[in-house]
């Protein structure tokens, strides 16, 4: 078996942090030798999970290939910025990140000395437990012969023996940064649900909204900044024109960020009114566990079907779902033990108080995460009660998002006007909005007459105002951290409409080394590079300015799928996205074609019909070379020929092609392509002389996405006002 030294090593973190627990139990009741005792072999499990961590960094690096986990995801032509990004591209690997990150926030309340120390690092001790029980059933250090005994022996693998190679969609600078930041927020997530247990173990209610207020903010930061990463990347690389497609791997990260936003306007009531402390509670587990149920949908491999995202099928889901439920039900019983000893003051007594106005926030953002939770759960609620599962398109969170986006600016504006020590007066109200409103359906309707992108502008616009003019004339730094958030949630809106609402678009083809003007730019496609990893070539002009520019556009081994990159022009008011759909070779488009079984088609002069296979020989079968031929029937003028072109797939999977010759002419036909799954085949046929064969082309998508720069901008300004937030409770 030839175990490796880093499997060694999570196996003895596991034991090690499991005696731990039994010391951090102990010390719940005071006991100060168990304390010190759990701390040190936490520290221990930490250094031991920081070698095991580096292990499989060298390993990635050094090109280990008899690590399933380092070939499955690596190749010898890696920079090395993708090899160190490839320790988080996988399963494994992911989790191992996971549990890093544990030990640091555990090491970091260790360090803090907080009062509730036990209760928090048990908690954090059985969350690593469980991920660690995941490495030791899927780890990432398990042996190339062990994982696939039928193609691998145990011993030395040949000198150029090479690794699977990392996803090209993974390949991209963001990759080092996005999962990472990602995975820290679901870590840092466990951190509100542990002082919630505390809360409830001790009867102290203030204890969530005193001392885990800060890592709320914290894990509705490192969430957030993880999604809006991922947006952005999707945007500049994937090359399908958005940043946000519903996918259900996409909401299963926003679904915890969004509880985390409702908990922190729940935990600001709380600090202020003592109000909605249950609420609070429940949501402090309903984030957590819903980290689980989100790692649950990505990494069990139950959505890879239905999402661009999800890792294939695994047997870690059912581990994942137990682990979720363990801490539900734990943080459920605790909730209905101790419902009854919960004191919360109400909210207020009118609407426009700011802690009825919070309260309502909270409300809406809970129920809107609910039913955003529910479409992303379809493919499995639907499998479950109909046998067959199926997704919910697009139309269903982009109709029910529109009502959600409009009552939220609502709340904004009222939170801004209503305040206590704001001033303003009704006519202020009246005028201001009156103009804002009107400036604000006058940008809109310059590009679309949909009412509700009307109304969601002019409301983003509305509230936007209103907050400027609070900061200007009242001047509050104490309000200035939630001005900015809710000032970058009004300009990301406005951006979100503007760019995805009646966006312009149009499809080209560009014949090579011909001009073409399309709307502002003009194009060129000067072909395609000849290189493993080729690009499409082309020539830009923008006024008066003359580039190349080059479109990443090959089929990628690992995957077998076409990949393309866009290229984006950024300006001020808006981007011109140019995506390429496909590249047409001038000789193929004469010279080739498609054929169901008794097709007939024209192919250079020559009438071809698919007539069938012909029977396969079993005895070279046998010898392990399969040759597979079609049974063709050629017309060449008056003459018939009967013609059997092939293809010849040897022992290490060569492939070459045995061609049928056409006795009246010589032409060639070579056989390409057989798809079984649609029963056809794709011919070429050598062209003869006198054909006239037309330039290369390719087909581009060129829209224009308006104010996109104000998405970007908004989450910007989101996270700079919760970093000035954590900065102040910290």
């Not at 003009?522 to 008066?544: D, M, P």
């Not at 995957?559 to 193929?588: A, C, R, W």
């Not at 290490?652 to 049928?660: I, M, S, T």
């Amino acid at each position: 078996m030839n175990i490796h030294l880093g499997a060694i090593l999570l196996y003895f973190v596991l034991g090690v942090l499991l005696i731990s627990l039994i010391f951090q139990l102990k010390s719940v009741r005071g006991n100060l030798f168990a304390r010190a005792t759990s701390q040190k072999l936490f520290y221990l499990g930490g250094i031991s999970c920081f070698f095991a961590a580096i292990l499989l960094l060298q390993a990635l690096i050094g090109h280990d290939f008899s690590i399933t986990y380092v070939y499955n995801n690596t190749s010898r032509d890696l920079p090395l910025l993708y090899l160190i990004s490839a320790f988080w591209a996988g399963q494994e690997g992911s989790f191992l990140l996971w549990l890093l990150f544990l030990f640091g926030i555990g090491i970091f309340i260790l360090r803090s000395k907080d009062r509730n120390e036990p209760i928090l690092m048990s908690v954090i001790t059985i969350t690593q437990i469980f991920i660690l029980l995941i490495l030791c059933a899927k780890s990432p250090f398990a042996r190339l012969w062990d994982t696939y005994p039928e193609s691998f022996t145990l011993g030395p693998l040949p000198p150029n023996f090479d690794g699977a190679g990392l996803n090209p969609l993974l390949m991209d600078p963001w990759m080092a940064v996005h999962p990472p930041v990602l995975f820290l927020g679901y870590a840092a997530a466990v951190v509100p649900y542990a002082y919630a247990i505390a809360a409830m173990l001790k009867g102290e209610y203030r204890i969530i909204a005193e001392e885990g207020f800060r890592w709320v903010i914290f894990t509705l930061l490192t969430i957030g900044m993880g999604i809006f990463l991922g947006a952005y990347w999707a945007y500049a690389v994937l090359g399908w024109g958005g940043y946000w497609g519903w996918d259900p791997v996409e909401n299963s990260s926003l679904v915890p960020w969004l509880l985390s936003i409702a908990l922190l306007h729940g935990l600001i009531v709380q600090r202020r009114k003592n109000a909605l402390i249950k609420t609070n509670l429940i949501l402090a587990v309903m984030i957590f566990v819903s980290v689980f149920y989100s790692t649950f949908l990505t990494r069990s491999g139950v959505l890879s079907n239905f999402s661009v995202h999800s890792f294939g099928i695994s047997n870690i889901s059912f581990q994942i779902i137990y682990f979720a439920a363990f801490f539900l039900i734990i943080g459920l019983m605790l909730f209905f033990s101790r419902r009854k000893t919960i004191d919360a003051e109400p909210l207020g007594d009118t609407v426009t108080e700011t802690g009825s106005i919070l309260g309502l926030g909270v409300m809406l953002i809970v129920l809107y995460g609910v039913i955003i939770l529910t479409g992303t759960s379809m493919p499995i609620l639907s499998g479950i009660f109909s046998g067959r599962g199926s997704a919910v398109t697009e139309a269903y969170y982009n109709t029910l998002t529109v009502p959600f986006a409009a009552l939220m600016l609502g709340l904004i504006f009222m939170a801004t006007v209503f305040r206590s020590s704001a001033r303003f007066t009704v006519k202020t109200i009246i005028i201001t909005g009156a103009l804002t409103f009107a400036a604000g359906v006058a940008v809109t309707v310059a590009y679309t007459f949909n009412i509700a992108a009307i109304l969601i502008t002019a409301l983003a616009l509305f509230a936007g105002t209103f907050i400027v003019i609070d900061i200007i004339k009242f001047r509050s730094a104490a309000l200035l951290r939630s001005h900015i958030t809710h000032f970058g949630v009004a300009v990301m809106v406005i951006g979100i409409i503007a760019s995805s609402t009646n966006t312009p678009s149009v499809q080209k083809q560009l014949f090579q080394d011909r001009e073409q003007q399309i709307g502002s730019i003009a194009l060129k496609f000067g072909g395609i590079t000849r290189e493993q990893k080729s690009s499409l070539k082309f020539t830009l002009v923008e006024r008066r300015t003359v580039r190349d520019i080059f479109m990443p556009y090959y089929v990628s081994e690992r995957m077998n799928s076409l990949y393309k990159e866009p290229y984006i022009i950024s300006n001020f008011t808006h981007d011109i996205y140019i995506s390429p759909v496909t590249l047409i070779s001038g000789l193929e488009s004469v010279a080739s074609a498609t054929l169901k079984r008794n097709e007939e088609k024209q192919i250079g002069g020559l009438s071809i019909t698919f007539q069938g296979f012909r029977k396969i020989d079993r005895k070279t079968m046998m010898s392990g070379n399969v040759k597979l031929y079609t049974q063709l029937l050629v017309k060449d003028g008056t003459r018939t020929y009967d013609l059997a072109p092939g293809i010849i797939i040897s022992r290490n999977e060569a492939v070459k092609h045995d061609d049928a010759a056409v006795p009246s002419s010589g032409r060639k036909i070579s056989l390409r392509h057989i798809n079984r799954d649609s029963g056809t085949i794709h011919i070429f046929v050598e062209p003869a002389r006198e054909t006239v064969v037309p330039p290369d082309s390719v087909i581009v998508d060129i829209s224009v996405k308006r104010y996109i720069l104000l998405v970007w901008a908004g989450t910007l300004l989101i996270a700079a006002g919760v970093v000035l937030s954590l900065r102040k409770s910290s």
